[in-house]
């Protein structure tokens, strides 16, 4: 079966980075495109950035562009969101995506950004 384990999130404080990671298992990895979604206590949970299959194209949402970077290892199954300059609007609880014949989450891994 597909499953999602996400890691790496947790406090840091206005400006510094983390690195959360997503290992997959379940499916082919390396033919999906992967996404990671983030949700804030009382908000929706929105886009944060997709990786294509092979990496090679990304986007992402407008609040972490030049911030973030979405990359992805398919020798490892894992793909990975680099958070650099974190404001504590970034503060939420981070899910690693994939549709592959329906949908899959994460657990979803804590990010607080706090002084």
């Known amino acids: 079966q597909v499953q999602l384990v996400e890691s790496g999130g947790g406090l840091v404080q206005p400006g510094g980075s983390l690195r959360l990671s997503c290992a997959a298992s379940g499916f082919t990895f390396s033919s999906y495109a992967m996404s990671w979604y983030r949700q804030a206590p009382g908000k929706e949970r929105g886009l944060v950035a997709t990786v294509s299959s092979t990496g090679g194209s990304t986007n992402y949402a407008d609040s972490v562009k030049g911030r973030f970077t979405i990359s992805r290892d398919n020798a490892k199954n894992t793909v990975y969101l680099q958070m650099n300059s974190l404001k504590p609007d970034d503060t939420a609880v981070y899910y690693c995506?994939?549709?592959?014949?329906?949908?899959?989450w994460g657990q979803g891994t804590q990010v607080t950004v706090s002084s």
């Open positions: 995506y994939v549709r592959y014949f329906g949908t899959y």
